[in-house]
């Protein structure tokens, strides 16, 4: 088990001497556990850091797949009860008629539900996020206060940040790890920034439980990866191949 950035580089250059290494899970989280294991980290969605006092994030160098920042669900209380019933819909990707509701929501337009005819965006105001509909009412909110408070207990430890080419797709796609970086001081107001331009979004995903409650996948603040390091004041190089 790594616990230091010494001990990170020393396994990155063992790592880098196999070159393309074939992914350990399909689909989009599969960078991120390929390099864990590679590292001896244990996979986990603890509040602690990966290793010693270091987050770890891992991304494809073009990938348009959005890192998760954060998840947290919108006030008010069994606000995602309401959602579903009001702008879910029904999915042939599920094998029932129970409601689901996907969303990718902007600050700079809104997003069409589906074909119910209905719409959702994200609207930033002084004291607020809100979750706004196509009548142009608050739905759900989120109190930037609090996100300010969550957000900087989620990033409160420093950051290394590993980038990747990638080859193939799925259950064979290949990732060659070629640089790293250590990444320090987030910066919440950079953050709403890229939020109010609309680089920053929020997903939505709800579905249900067999007995009709609202089932609530996580609701994501999301970026694309070339912007992830925007988001810290304090950014340096510290390993590549």
Same mark, same amino acid.
């Given at each position: 088990?790594?616990?230091?950035? $010494?001990?990170?580089?020393?396994?990155?250059?063992?790592? @880098?001497?196999?070159?393309?290494?074939?992914?350990?899970?399909?689909?989009?989280?599969?960078?991120?556990?390929?390099?864990?294991?590679?590292?001896?980290? /244990?996979?986990?969605? +603890?509040?602690?850091?990966?290793?010693?006092?270091?987050?770890?994030?891992? +991304?494809?160098?073009?990938? @348009?797949?959005?890192?998760?920042?954060?998840?947290?669900?919108?006030?008010?209380? =069994?606000?995602?009860? %309401?959602?579903?019933? /009001?702008?879910?819909?029904?999915?042939?990707? %599920?094998?029932?008629?129970?409601?689901?509701?996907?969303?990718?929501?902007?600050?700079?337009?809104?997003?069409?539900?589906?074909?119910?005819?209905?719409?959702?965006?994200?609207?930033?105001?002084?004291?607020?996020?809100?979750?706004?509909?196509?009548?142009?009412?608050?739905?759900?909110?989120?109190?930037? $206060?609090?996100?300010?408070?969550?957000?900087?207990?989620?990033?409160?430890?420093?950051?290394?940040?590993?980038?990747?080419?990638? =080859?193939?797709?799925?259950?064979?796609?290949?990732?060659?790890?070629?640089?790293?970086?250590?990444?320090?001081?987030?910066?919440? $107001?950079?953050?709403?920034?890229?939020?109010?331009?609309?680089?920053?979004?929020?997903?939505?995903?709800?579905?249900?439980?067999?007995?009709?409650? +609202?089932?609530?996948?996580? /609701?994501?603040?999301?970026?694309?990866?070339? %912007?992830?390091?925007?988001?810290?004041?304090?950014?340096?190089?510290?390993?590549?191949?």
């Amino acid at each position: 088990m790594i616990s230091t950035l $010494e001990d990170f580089k020393r396994k990155m250059d063992e790592i @880098s001497i196999d070159g393309w290494i074939k992914t350990h899970r399909s689909g989009p989280t599969g960078i991120g556990k390929t390099l864990e294991d590679l590292l001896g980290i /244990t996979e986990n969605n +603890a509040a602690e850091p990966d290793f010693g006092v270091y987050e770890l994030k891992a +991304a494809r160098d073009t990938d @348009s797949s959005m890192l998760t920042l954060f998840t947290k669900t919108p006030k008010p209380p =069994r606000i995602n009860n %309401y959602l579903l019933n /009001t702008y879910g819909y029904t999915s042939d990707n %599920y094998d029932n008629e129970k409601k689901v509701l996907h969303a990718t929501l902007s600050a700079n337009t809104q997003s069409r539900i589906a074909d119910t005819g209905q719409t959702l965006g994200i609207k930033c105001l002084d004291e607020k996020i809100s979750l706004i509909g196509n009548s142009i009412i608050e739905e759900a909110y989120w109190e930037r $206060e609090q996100l300010r408070n969550a957000f900087y207990k989620k990033y409160k430890h420093t950051l290394v940040y590993v980038k990747a080419k990638s =080859r193939n797709i799925g259950k064979n796609e290949e990732f060659l790890f070629y640089e790293a970086y250590e990444l320090s001081d987030f910066d919440y $107001e950079g953050l709403m920034n890229l939020l109010e331009k609309g680089v920053v979004k929020i997903d939505i995903r709800i579905g249900q439980y067999p007995d009709g409650r +609202a089932h609530d996948h996580g /609701t994501g603040f999301r970026i694309h990866p070339q %912007y992830f390091d925007e988001l810290f004041m304090k950014k340096e190089k510290i390993w590549s191949r």
